[in-house]
DNA sequence: CTACTAAATGATACCTAGTATCAATATGGT
DNA sequence: ACCATATTGATACTAGGTATCATTTAGTAG
């Protein structure tokens, strides 16, 4: 397997846990396998179903934490659960959601954070921050919808 | 009172439901009734807190209908129930949300809508839609915030 | 290793937001 | 007035998630 830019190993995350002052436990680790194991984006729920053993609590108590260390992206979409991918510590950027697979692409495009300053200038208040997501059929599903 | 592009009636909101094929209801009418009342933001269940003795699940109908007829915004939040403010007519736009108050600012940006097509022809895949929330601290509620 | 302390866990109950059902009612059209 | 259908609301149900709190575990000092 060649090592990419988005490889996280579960061991990487942990140790960032850790380094937070939070403890590598044996819960804990069993969650990350199951997010690392998926490259792409999952629920709450989904984790619950297929990490067996560990109560619900628990499960969503990690998911809040790698949240709050910075280790997971939070797509709220139209409808549903929110859906969480892993951080590839590409800096700020944005997501493509396919709406047939829900595989999420990442984007960074400098003009939007220029016309958020412009936005910004212009008086309306002061910018806490933004969220931008692009609902897309990925070229995967486009042919599969009969329209 | 001045009429401002803003301001939207109850019996224009009635009228345009009516001519969707759907009846121009006393509940309806009282659902209404609220949403113009409140020039702002508002979550159905505030309105079912708001519009005493309808059922819930006829202010929820309301809402879905309400929307489906092009006649509300639907705001995701990061968290809590969506929002929902009136359309204001000026066709497609996106939001400035005040984090302190909730007060909800309509803007447009052709640059945006500019980077969507270049983003689409870079191969990602057949924009199906997207959402651009901003969230500020808005000039009434800046001073407010210890920080 | 042992003992201690704080962090973490999981069972449970609870909660918010929203939907499905379905009998009763209101509406618009004849 | 009558009929067919749209709408309503009580109820039960669901999904997704949080609060509580007794028990367990992990790190740490002796
Ligand atoms: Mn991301
Ligand atoms: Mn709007
Ligand atoms: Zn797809
Ligand atoms: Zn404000």
Redesign the interface.
Known sequence: MIPSINMVTTKEILDTIESGGHRPTASRRRVLDAVVARGDGFTAEELVAEVKGLGRATIYRTVRLLLKEGLLC?L????GAPRYTLFHRLGHHHH?V??GCGVV?E?R?S??EQ??MN??AS?????????????????A??PKVGS
């Not at 709220?76 to 409808?79: E, K, N, R």
């Not at 933004?130 to 059929?137: K, T």
């Open positions: 939070k709220s979409l139209q409808d493509l396919c709406v692409q984007f495009q003009v939007i016309m958020l936005l910004e008086g309306t208040g002061t910018i806490m921050g933004h969220r931008i997501e692009v609902y897309v059929l990925c070229p599903c486009l």
